[in-house]
């Protein structure tokens, strides 16, 4: 991730020099290097696609940049599917990519409207944006005609699949109507009608249509949509309430001031695109690019390092902005000027810069999570497709959804919840089983997935978020249950096992039987203080067996109770109580 994203510095700077000129270019890529939103994403455990997002983002629209200007220049250039391949190698790097995808297409559709009505011949640039469309769908295809991770053989959101195909030859269609406009100043009706019904069939009539129309909603209900499994992660938590409450000193550390100018900037930009009649593809592309990465972070805080970049190009035009307002006062004093101004933007920030050297994840994640996870992996019986879900595997792990995927790739045990949420199977059960109250409904979870070992951690802040997820699964019909019982955070499953060890206990009023199928096996040697129960480990494995039946006399209606004194593996000393009725 280092390396990527100092390549990353070096394309703002080759992408705000072909936007703006070689000055901003340089202030871009002085800007992108110190701001918040592009660092989160570049530090060396950030394996995820994230940090080649912005890479991508900025091949796309630095190639298009660059064929449109060639183009221009001349008319009869060969076409070239360097575009075309940076947005297929896009999605399949990130099926976030049709963000850049729509940027891209859409740019050159408002760049062909204004020049039609300016009575310019867009022709050229009209069957360029057909081709680059054609080209990327052709480059996509196989990998869904071969059905490459049998996944592709749908018309899906979620996955490379047919849908990424439609996608592009509903825009390349539109290039076409677009140069029909540009050719013959009307469409003619015989054509409109045909568009219209075809697009109907498509959307109304035909399956493929129709799974289209959903995909694409559901794609746009993950940037604004409410989901409870989405809200529970940080990053996709709105930046202005990161932590539920309004929080404008966040963004502006984040982002810098620059965010809050980024509005006025794209007034100005506009009115100077106006001024030049609508001519300017550049200026047109910086508009839809700024205007989309300034308003994501609003609903899903993930994109700031998307934001970052059109940020920083911003901030390179306000400091060649304001280099051309005092230049008059002599190059050196307007140079200084304007990096004073841009210092004093970029101030709030510094405090998350000097808490660069501290930033790491939290102990018990690098030593006691690591030490559980290496004991699933020595301790327990292996199994097979832990890591490729082709068959049933001989039994599972179930645990937060958080830790599903260390789970799979460090403990090389198969995971009833992924990483993945609700994209796989698991998220529901594993969210009901932490906090059901009723320990039949719970057992039947464990024994319907096969569920062998239980990894806990502390949740209890979470538990609410967790019922709101068991709640959305059962209004999507996606998780099933004999019933729906209230919800009692400190009688839930997760409650009696990493507070009490399955063991009984009173909470104020009720009386909490213990659980007798559930095996204390593993607890990791550090922990935390609870004022409601002592101390805790940070992580628990239980083992769910059989049980056993302890069989005796007593006079009728008298309460029985059993008790065993027990030793965990750290050699903690606890006291496993269960009562019954005779």
């Known amino acids: 991730p280092p390396v990527l994203s100092s390549f990353t510095v070096f394309m703002v700077y080759a992408v705000g020099k072909r936007l703006f000129g070689k000055t901003v270019g340089f202030a871009s890529a002085f800007i992108i290097a110190l701001l918040p939103g592009h660092i989160l994403y570049s530090f060396v455990s950030e394996l995820d696609h994230h940090v080649a997002e912005p890479m991508v983002s900025l091949a796309i629209f630095s190639c298009l940049l660059k064929e449109i200007e060639s183009l221009e220049r001349r008319p009869k250039k060969i076409f070239s599917p360097i575009t075309g391949l940076w947005m297929a190698t896009g999605i399949l790097?990130?099926?976030?990519?049709?963000?850049?995808?729509?940027?891209?297409?859409l740019s050159l559709a408002v760049h062909m409207f204004f020049g039609t009505r300016n009575r310019e011949d867009t022709t050229k640039v009209t069957y360029y944006a057909m081709k680059v469309c054609l080209s990327s769908a052709a480059l996509l295809t196989p990998?869904?005609?071969?059905?490459?991770w049998q996944t592709a053989g749908v018309v899906s959101f979620n996955v490379v699949s047919w849908f990424h195909i439609i996608f592009l030859l509903v825009f390349a269609l539109l290039y076409y109507l677009l140069s029909l406009i540009a050719t013959r100043r009307t469409i003619p009706i015989p054509v409109a009608f045909g568009f219209f019904s075809l697009l109907s069939i498509l959307v109304f009539i035909l399956p493929a249509g129709r799974k289209f129309f959903l995909e694409f909603a559901s794609g746009l209900a993950v940037i604004g949509g409410s989901d409870p499994w989405l809200d529970s992660i940080s990053e996709l938590r709105p930046m202005l309430f990161p932590n539920g409450k309004l929080d404008l000193l966040h963004a502006t550390e984040t982002l810098s001031i620059i965010y809050w100018l980024f509005p006025v900037l794209l007034i100005t930009q506009f009115r100077k695109w106006k001024r030049d009649n609508f001519s300017s593809?550049?200026?047109?592309?910086f508009l839809v690019w700024g205007a989309t990465f300034w308003l994501l972070p609003l609903f899903r805080e993930r994109y700031i390092h998307l934001t970052a970049v059109a940020i920083a190009i911003g901030g390179g035009l306000i400091f060649s902005t304001i280099?051309?307002?005092?230049?008059?006062?002599?190059?050196?004093?307007?140079?200084?000027?304007a990096g004073t101004i841009l210092l004093i933007l970029l101030f709030p920030s510094v405090p998350f810069l000097a808490r660069i050297p501290g930033i790491a994840l939290p102990s018990y994640e690098r030593y006691d999570l690591q030490a559980a996870l290496k004991w699933l992996r020595e301790t327990t019986p292996k199994t097979s497709y832990f890591d490729n879900p082709a068959q049933v595997p001989e039994y599972g792990v179930i645990s937060n959804w958080g830790v599903g995927a260390l789970i799979n790739y460090v403990a090389q045990?198969?995971?009833?919840?992924?990483?993945?949420?609700?994209?796989?199977?698991g998220l529901f059960e594993s969210a009901a089983f932490l906090t059901l109250s009723d320990p039949n409904l719970a057992e039947r979870i464990l024994l319907d997935n096969n569920v062998r070992y239980i990894l806990l951690n502390e949740l209890s802040q979470n538990l609410p978020r967790l019922k709101e997820i068991v709640d959305f699964g059962l209004k999507k019909d996606r998780l099933k249950l004999a019933l729906v019982p209230s919800f009692h955070p400190y009688m839930t499953m997760y409650r009696r096992l990493y507070d009490r060890d399955g063991s009984s206990y009173e909470v104020p009023g009720i009386k909490v039987e213990g659980l007798g199928n559930y095996r204390l096996v593993?607890?990791?040697?550090?922990?935390?203080?609870?004022?409601?129960?002592?101390?805790?480990?940070?992580?628990?494995?239980?083992?769910?067996?059989?049980?056993?039946?302890?069989?005796g006399k007593a006079a009728p209606g008298k309460d029985v109770i059993i008790q065993l004194k027990l030793r965990s593996n750290t050699g903690r000393m606890f006291i496993y109580t269960n009562a019954s009725r005779s």
């Open 93 to 105: 790097i990130w099926r976030g990519s049709l963000i850049f995808w729509g940027i891209a297409l």
């Open 413 to 425: 045990r198969p995971t009833v919840a992924t990483n993945f949420g609700w994209e796989t199977h």
């Open 522 to 551: 593993y607890e990791s040697p550090n922990g935390f203080t609870s004022p409601d129960v002592g101390f805790l480990s940070y992580y628990k494995i239980f083992e769910y067996v059989p049980g056993a039946i302890v069989r």
């Open 143 to 148: 990998a869904c005609l071969f059905d490459v």
């Open 281 to 285: 593809f550049g200026c047109c592309l």
């Open 323 to 337: 280099s051309e307002y005092t230049s008059k006062m002599g190059k050196v004093i307007a140079k200084g000027a």
